[in-house]
């Protein structure tokens, strides 16, 4: 099975700029979604075809992929951002998770 | 609005099963593939599989062939997970997700139904 590999936790200062990392060799063909989880929450989907925004996420969030490896990047970390961000990506018949990274707003 | 209302928290036996439904509004039920997701305590989201909502169609991880179905009743634009053969390890919170032909995301999640499987 497919494997995509993320840090366990990332830390960053308020204002600071943060970037998580999500690594596998699915990612060449196949875009990445990245998602925000809040303790007791339901994920939120910020990331879409690797750097597309849905409605309603915040300009901050920015996504790029160069071929196995997908990132998520936050601009001017705020409070509220500290969460676990999931990607997530497909390959031919099955959905694929990487393992998490919770982000530390210091 | 758009939105998956789960069904409640369940207790379940080892070796039982367990339904969880996911019931849509707000949008059109047969254009969106629905996925379910589970995560234990403490720990990241694991993928069980995706159905369609017009064919009926299923997709399943391997490492639950066998073990969970996915079903749906298009008249009350709702859809099913059922898993069979319970163990602890099953103790999770389950969540529905809606996405459209893997390209956008999952978009919409559901609240989440809390299984626990104790004896």
């Known amino acids: 099975s497919y494997e995509l590999t993320q840090p366990p936790s990332v830390s960053v200062s308020p204002r600071q700029t943060a970037s998580i990392t999500c690594s596998g060799d699915?990612?060449?063909?196949?875009?990445a979604c990245w998602y925000q989880q809040k303790p007791g929450q339901s994920p939120v989907l910020v990331i879409y075809?690797?750097?597309k925004r849905p409605s309603g996420i915040p300009e901050r969030f920015s996504g790029s992929n160069s071929g196995d490896t997908a990132t998520l990047t936050i601009s001017g970390t705020q409070a509220m951002d500290e969460a676990d961000y999931y990607c997530?990506?497909?390959?031919?018949?099955?959905?694929?998770f990487g393992g998490g990274t919770k982000l530390t707003v210091l | 609005q758009v939105q998956l209302v789960q069904s409640g928290a369940a207790v379940k036996k080892p070796g039982a099963s367990v339904k969880v439904s996911c019931k849509a509004s707000?949008?059109?039920?047969?254009?969106?593939?629905i996925n379910w997701v589970r995560q234990a305590t403490g720990q990241g989201l694991e993928w069980l599989g995706w159905?369609?909502?017009?064919?009926?169609?299923?997709g399943y991880a391997q490492k639950f062939q066998g073990r969970v179905t996915m079903t749906r009743n298009t008249s009350l634009t709702t859809a099913y997970m059922e898993l069979s053969s319970l163990t602890s390890e099953d103790t999770a919170v389950y969540y529905c997700?809606?996405?459209?032909?893997?390209?956008?995301?999952?978009?919409?999640w559901g609240q989440g139904t809390t299984v626990t499987v104790s004896s």
């Open positions: 997700a809606r996405e459209s032909a893997r390209l956008y995301g999952m978009d919409v």
């Open positions: 707000g949008y059109t039920f047969t254009i969106y593939d």
């Open positions: 159905m369609n909502p017009n064919s009926g169609i299923t």
């Open positions: 699915i990612l060449g063909d196949n875009y």
């Open positions: 075809q690797d750097t």
């Open positions: 997530q990506a497909w390959d031919s018949s099955a959905a694929v």
